[in-house]
C-alpha cells in the first residue's frame, strides 16, 4: 500500500509546483499519483497544454453511483515520465462541485498501491477538502518564508494542530533557521525548495531526468525531498536541531513565540519594518528587538 500525502498551504506560495515537481521526481520503483484537488481550480492540464478531461469531472461524474479508489487511474493523465496526474478543472465552480462529490473517495486514496500527492491548494474553514486534507497520511504546509507567510501558518495551526508526521515546506529565501519555525509553529521543516523560475513549465514538457532539468535546483531539491518521502516520513534535518523538550512527531499546538513577540499585528503591535522580512542574511530571533526592529549584532 501506498502513502497519501496531503499538501496545502496558508497564503499563496507555489504548493502546486512542489507537488507537481515531487510527481516528476518520486523514485521510479514506486507508483505516483497527483492530484490536483485545489478548490479554486486546477492549472495544470493549462500549463501541460492537455484536454480538460480526463480529470476530476470526468471522474466525479463516473464515481456518482459510488466507486472503488482505483477509477481514479482511468481519469488521469501523464506527466512526461509517466507518473499519473487527476487535474483540476479551471473552473472554481466546478472544481468545487467535484471536489465536495469526490471527497469520500479521495478520502480513501490511501488504499491505493500508489504513493499519492494531493494539492489541496488554500486551507480554509470551508473548504471541501479540508477533510480529506486532514484525513491523509500525513500533512505538508507550504509556505513562503517571509513573516507574514510564517504567522499565517501559525494562526492556521492554532485551531488546526499539525498531526504526526506533518511538516513544513518552506519555497524560497527564508531569513529564519529551521530549528526556530519548527519551534514557533511546532512543525519539522522538511525542506526548502528553491524559487527557479526557469523550471516549472518545463516539468510538464520533459522528464525530470532530461539534461535540460536534470541540475536545474528545484528539480535537485524536489528529488532529494521526494526521495526522503517516499521512504519515511522523519523530516530532513529539522530533527538535529530541535530543541529537546519539542516532540516533532506529536500532535501538538504551535508554542507561538518570537514572532508574535516580535511586535507584529496578531497582538496589535507595530508591523515589523520591510527590512524584517528580507530574506538574506538569515538573522535569529534575538536580533530583533522588543518593537518588532531589526538589532545590528555583530558577528
Ligand atoms: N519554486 C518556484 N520557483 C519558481 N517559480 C515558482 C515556484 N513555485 C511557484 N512558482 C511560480 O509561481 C506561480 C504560482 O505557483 P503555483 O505553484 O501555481 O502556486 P499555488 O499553487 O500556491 O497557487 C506560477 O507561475 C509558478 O510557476
Ligand atoms: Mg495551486
Redesign the pocket.
Known sequence: MGTATAFG?VR??????LVLALGATWPADRKALVVEADPAGG?LAALAGWPAEPGLVSLAAAARRGAEPSLVFEHCQHLPDGASLLAGPARADQARSALGMLAPLLGRLGELDADVLLDC?RLEETSPVLGVFEGADRQVLVSRGRLADLQAVASWLEPHPAGPGSGLVV??DVPYPDAEITEALGLAVLGH?????Q???ALVAYPASDRRLRMAP?VRTARTLAEHLARDVTPLGALDELDEDLEPTGRHAPVGGWWWGAGCCKHGGPRPPRTETAPSPRRRPSEVDGRGGPVRVDR
Not at 12 to 17: D, E, I, N, R, Y
Not at 193 to 197: A, E, F
Open positions: 498551504s499563496s506560495s507555489g504548493v502546486t509546483t492549472t491548494g519555497v524560497g525548495l528553491p524559487w527557479d523560475p523550471t516549472p513549465d528545484l
